[in-house]
């Protein structure tokens, strides 16, 4: 569910968060807010439809028991109440969840399963995935700079910083200042360890990776959670606040490699077509307002160069 690397994310570890996300750092110079998706749609989105898993427990053990029934469940069978039912059930046991909810879980998973990716995905949908074409929670390990053998230069996230700089995107170049923090300054060895969601097959051939995040948004005086909290103003405070977009980046790197070592005749701009942040409260069904998904598609030398900065400098 993340990458960690030590000293980054000491408050919550790249992890799902339901705290309101402040708006500090979520800002690009000019003073306007940072887009989190691609392609967003500039229909209005009904700031009155209420989010099937509004009422749903917050929390890391929620936010887990959610990412655990995606990882069992057959997406394809997302309108099989039976289906639903036999993957739901063992894991309430697990984690502790009132099965008085289910109902809940069941329209709330059914919902984001068959809401559009949009453009990242080629307006595919999860629930047009089947299970021969999910690698799920698929984990990696990679060395920082040779890892416990000293090699070539420690792995900064200043440097990091300088790379997004230059982007031509709004959100990467927004996120650079925040790695720009002096606690941040000291350079990483050692290993970098995570598991990535789903890395999914998508129907045009194409390879997405795909990080579930339970985040909860909306009005806490009332747990109102309508689908206009989860809109791409909103997710960008999130992706930039709690540093999912190094994350994204550390994921893309990993999917990068593997695809490289596992893919005749890869090439990142044909196969490989970004990272999807999917927040599951905010997927709800609406195959123009792109509410709840946000997306990561760097340029093919950023995450080459990312790469080789992982590895002390080598190529």
């Given amino acids: 569910?993340?990458?960690?690397?030590p000293g980054l994310f000491a408050e919550d570890d790249g992890r799902d968060v339901d705290a309101e996300v402040e708006r500090l750092d979520a800002t690009l110079p000019d003073g306007t807010l940072a887009p989190a998706t691609a392609g967003a749609s500039a229909h209005e989105v009904d700031h009155d439809l209420q989010v099937p898993l509004a009422r749903f427990p917050r929390g890391a053990g929620p936010g887990t028991f959610l990412h655990d029934v995606l990882e069992h469940l057959d997406f394809r069978r997302a309108d099989e109440d039976e289906h639903l039912d036999a993957v739901i059930a063992p894991q309430e046991q697990r984690h502790g969840i009132d099965p008085g909810l289910r109902p809940m879980v069941r329209a709330g998973l059914t919902s984001a399963l068959t809401t559009s990716l949009g453009p990242i995905g080629g307006g595919a949908r999860l629930a047009d995935l089947p299970v021969t074409d999910r690698l799920d929670e698929l984990r990696f390990e990679l060395p920082i700079a040779g890892g416990h053998g000293p090699d070539g230069t420690a792995f900064s996230l200043h440097e990091v910083a300088d790379l997004l700089t230059a982007s031509d995107d709004p959100l990467l170049a927004s996120y650079a200042e925040r790695l720009r923090e002096p606690a941040l300054a000291p350079?990483?060895?050692?290993?970098?360890?995570?598991?990535?969601?789903?890395?999914?097959?998508?129907?045009?051939?194409?390879?997405?990776?795909?990080?579930?995040?339970?985040?909860?948004?909306?009005?806490?005086?009332?747990?109102?959670?309508?689908?206009?909290?989860?809109r791409p103003e909103q997710l960008a405070e999130a992706m930039l606040g709690h540093h999912y977009?190094?994350?994204?980046?550390?994921?893309?790197?990993?999917?990068?490699?593997?695809?490289?070592?596992?893919?005749?005749?890869?090439?990142?701009?044909?196969?490989?077509?970004?990272?999807?942040?999917?927040?599951?409260r905010g997927m709800v069904g609406l195959p123009d307002a792109r509410t709840g998904v946000a997306v990561l598609r760097p340029a093919g030398h950023l995450v080459d160069q990312l790469s080789a900065m992982v590895d002390g400098g080598r190529r």
């Fill in 1 to 5: 569910m993340s990458a960690v690397v």
């Fill in 187 to 230: 350079g990483v060895r050692g290993f970098l360890t995570g598991s990535i969601d789903l890395l999914a097959r998508l129907p045009d051939g194409r390879f997405l990776v795909v990080d579930y995040k339970s985040n909860w948004f909306g009005d806490r005086s009332t747990d109102r959670s309508v689908a206009a909290d989860y």
């Fill in 245 to 280: 977009v190094l994350q994204g980046l550390l994921y893309l790197v990993a999917a990068h490699r593997y695809l490289r070592w596992r893919l005749p005749g890869y090439d990142y701009d044909a196969h490989l077509a970004g990272a999807g942040y999917l927040f599951l």
